[in-house]
């Protein structure tokens, strides 16, 4: 084995085993900064001796041997300074001295909990979103502060501190490793999924020409929504993720033509859909509607999802049904962007007329006075009742807004063709 | 990346012999690591090739071979889809697998599954045009 073959050997072992070594040292010392550094230290300490001694037969369990030792050597340590400083409350100290006592004994127990807990600190709402989703990648991802800067298109020192940030003020805040319970579940794991699908939409907005690792994201976001599901199997809501995430990455191969413009769902060739993907949304989706408590907002917008997977072509798409959801999905959590998509829903299961009405009731509201996707679909509607001046009018107005080189050409190019087709009809009209 | 990994038959699965108990709880507990783990995405175990069919194709003729077929190292005997990082990770986790065959020695094969963007980024539009060029070409030279 080569110096390079080890150290890829050494970088899988530690995707691997890193979340599992560092939920299980944080929950002996308390704290998962300094767990983290215990767990780095014996990944270095694996750098420097398997390269000559081979991997070992069962690697996780070498690590977590090392850091075990560690632990035990800082607590020693920290125990001897502070016996020298008299000053220290005898109380902290028989805690650690007992921590350190502990400490073999902790450590050998079964995982059980304790990545479960890392999730649920790592994604604590003490923090800012941006070192939550820093922090998740870091420690259940494995990701390097330099991939995650990549990921985010910020500048490393920049992620760094952000990491450094984090961890400071989850112990600075006594943030206690748990899995919270009783009614602090609910709005804690709603933190987490919040964070989980955060990291996904960032894949998922990336384009083709963009590092690899961006893209990447997506999977990194469904691993961890799997995860998730695995070890908090009772939660509808983490199987509603699961399936939005699951059915959105089964078009990943079709949402992008061959010159990295994007290709709007209904024009999506079905056959580049990714049916395991599909199949595991479906059955996600299952999962969460068995529990029988109910569709929260993702277990709802995975039902919209399914109704798009479950069609095999656009035209048998089932309108009436997501209209339906699109209703469930504003009683749950209302937003003004909800109520466009219904309706544009409204519109395809009940005619342009019926969708435009919905439209321009929305016109006035403040939330969407910047929002290109409004005017953009009054345009398409108006177009459809072949209100030619309007809709041109329409699409002038969304070319303005958006941001999108790409999207304010397609809207231009509609508003040109309105004005053609618009002196079209004149004749007639008059 | 998506890899399939893949049990090669033996004698004993091709019998049809189902796994001992032992073995079965130790797949099944790799089974759950995996899942836990976030990488699993689907696995399933083949019933022996006796039971299955092969269709051969020569020209425009196709014929039927009932199971089972004798070249036992050739078969396999089931798989699983796994979602990971890299070769390495993926390898690292077979490295973990129960021995599926005990007492005898067995390969477990790993091969990448081709996913829609490795066609993607092949087919760019240079390519494309590239392979008009190719087209035209050909039906220029099949004129003369």
Redesign the interface.
């Known amino acids: 084995m080569t110096a390079a073959d080890s150290h890829?050997?050494i970088?899988?072992?530690w995707?691997?085993e890193a979340p599992r070594l560092i939920a299980g040292l944080a929950r002996v010392v308390g704290d998962i900064g300094l767990a983290e550094d215990l767990a780095q230290d014996s990944l270095v300490a694996a750098l420097e001796q398997w390269p000559s001694s081979g991997v070992p037969q069962n690697?996780g369990a070498w690590l977590m041997a090392t850091a075990k030792h560690r632990a035990i050597d800082t607590f020693r340590r920290r125990r001897r300074f502070e016996q020298k400083q008299a000053a220290i409350g005898h109380q902290i100290e028989l805690a650690r001295d007992e921590a350190a006592g502990n400490i073999e004994a902790a450590l050998d127990d079964p995982v059980g909990d304790d990545?479960l807990r890392l999730i649920f600190t790592a994604c604590h709402p003490v923090l800012a979103a941006e070192a939550r989703v820093a922090l998740t990648l870091r420690l259940l991802g494995g990701l390097t502060t330099d991939e995650i800067a990549r990921a985010f298109l910020v500048p490393e020192p920049t992620i760094a501190q952000r990491i450094v940030r984090a961890k400071r003020t989850l112990s600075r805040k006594r943030v206690p490793f748990e899995v919270p319970r009783g009614s602090d579940l609910a709005a804690r794991l709603s933190s987490v999924l919040e964070i989980i699908y955060l990291i996904f939409n960032e894949g998922y907005a990336a384009t083709?020409g963009d590092d690899w690792i961006r893209?990447?994201l997506c999977?990194e976001a469904?691993?961890?929504?799997?995860?998730l599901a695995?070890?908090a199997p009772n939660e509808p809501e983490v199987h509603g993720l699961v399936a939005l995430m699951e059915i959105q990455a089964s078009r990943?191969?079709?949402r992008?033509g061959?010159?990295g413009d994007p290709i709007l769902l209904l024009d999506q060739n079905r056959a580049?859909w990714?049916q395991?993907l599909i199949r595991?949304g479906l059955a996600a989706l299952d999962r969460a509607d068995a529990l029988g408590r109910g569709r929260g907002p993702y277990s709802i917008q995975a039902a919209i999802a399914a109704c798009h997977a479950r069609a095999r072509t656009a035209g048998e798409t089932d309108w009436r049904q997501i209209v339906d959801l699109y209703g469930a999905l504003l009683a749950v959590s209302p937003s003004p962007v909800v109520e466009l998509n219904r309706a544009v829903a409204v519109a395809m299961a009940f005619g342009p007329a019926a969708g435009l009405e919905r439209v321009e009731a929305l016109a006035g509201d403040p939330a969407l006075q910047r929002y290109h996707f409004l005017p953009g679909v009054r345009g398409d509607l108006l177009a459809k009742l072949e209100r030619f001046d309007e809709a041109r009018a329409a699409f002038e107005e969304a070319a303005a807004l958006t941001r999108n080189g790409r999207e304010r050409d397609l809207l231009r190019a509609r508003a040109d063709d309105c004005a053609r087709r618009s002196s079209a009809v004149e004749p007639e009209s008059r | 990346m998506r890899f399939m990994v893949i049990v090669k038959a033996d004698k004993r699965s091709e019998a049809g012999e189902l796994p001992d108990q032992k073995l079965l709880a130790d797949m099944g507990k790799y089974n759950?690591e995996l899942?836990?783990?976030?990488?699993?995405?689907?696995a399933e175990g083949l019933q022996p090739s006796s039971k299955g069919a092969r269709v051969r194709f020569s020209g425009s003729k196709r014929t039927v071979i009932d199971g089972p077929f004798t070249e036992t190292k050739e078969l396999i005997a089931g798989f699983w889809?796994m979602?990971v990082?890299?070769r390495?990770?993926v390898?690292?986790?077979v490295k973990r697998c129960p021995n599926p065959f005990p007492g005898t020695e067995s390969e477990i094969e790993i091969r990448q599954v081709f996913?829609?963007?490795d066609f993607?980024?092949e087919?760019?539009?240079e390519l494309?045009e590239a392979e008009k060029r190719v087209a035209a070409k050909m039906a220029e030279n099949a004129k003369r």
Request: glycine letters at 8%; proline letters at 9%.
């Open positions: 890829r050997a970088d899988a072992v995707r691997i690697p990545l083709a893209p990447g999977e469904l691993r961890l929504g799997r995860i695995e070890l990943a191969g079709a992008v061959p010159s580049r990714d395991l595991r | 759950e899942a836990k783990a976030g990488v699993l995405l689907a889809l979602q990082k890299s390495d990770e390898i690292e986790w996913e829609a963007p993607g980024d087919l760019t539009p494309q």
